[in-house]
């Protein structure tokens, strides 16, 4: 699939609102009524005080994510020369066909074109099985020291890095039989 990364658009912001919703409904993440859902409804906040980005399939929205830096309002770990990125989302209706591997590659591409970026850093619930097949298939690596806990909740997240000067050009691939 031919995907174009860009950042985002007010034009956007619906089509945005609808996939991140969509995209953790679906997998179960969340409820609809969890008070998460309404910090990734607020396309627009993140807009203004983070960078967000689109990744588009034949003129039409079809992932988005929010990529941010060390200090900024939506950074949760990002620590200095390193990108963050959160809230990944892809459409329900094409999940499955590789495009949330490509964002990721996207966003490794971006960061190392960004002279001050030496790595990337996410974090991820535990819970996200397959967001963290993915993230390893690429090279990022759990960083279990920098783990946390949600603020008021038993919800651990795990924190995941990527070192840009060891990228590689081949990335791993699981096997089928999960190991």
């Known amino acids: 699939m031919n995907l174009v990364f860009r950042r985002a658009t007010p034009a956007d912001h619906s089509e ?14 969340f409820t609809a009524d969890h008070p998460y859902m309404s910090v990734l409804d607020n396309v627009e906040h993140r807009a203004e005080h983070a960078e967000l980005w689109v990744a588009e399939a034949s003129s039409t929205v079809v992932a988005a994510l929010t990529l941010t830096f060390a200090g900024q309002p939506y950074s949760e770990i990002a620590m200095e020369n390193e990108l963050e990125f959160r809230m990944l989302a892809v459409d329900p209706a094409v999940q499955g066909g590789g495009v949330g591997r490509t964002v990721v590659r996207r966003v490794i591409e971006h960061a190392q074109s960004l002279p001050a970026i030496r790595a990337i850093s996410l ?57």
């Open 16 to 29: 945005v609102r609808r996939i991140t919703r969509e995209a953790y409904l679906h997998a179960g993440h």
């Open 123 to 179: 974090t991820s619930a535990t819970f996200m099985e397959r967001a963290h097949v993915l993230y390893e298939s690429l090279g990022f690596q759990r960083v279990t020291v920098r783990d946390w806990y949600v603020p008021g909740e038993d919800v651990l997240l795990w924190v995941f890095r990527l070192e840009l000067s060891m990228v590689e050009l081949v990335e791993t691939v699981p096997d089928e039989s999960g190991g």
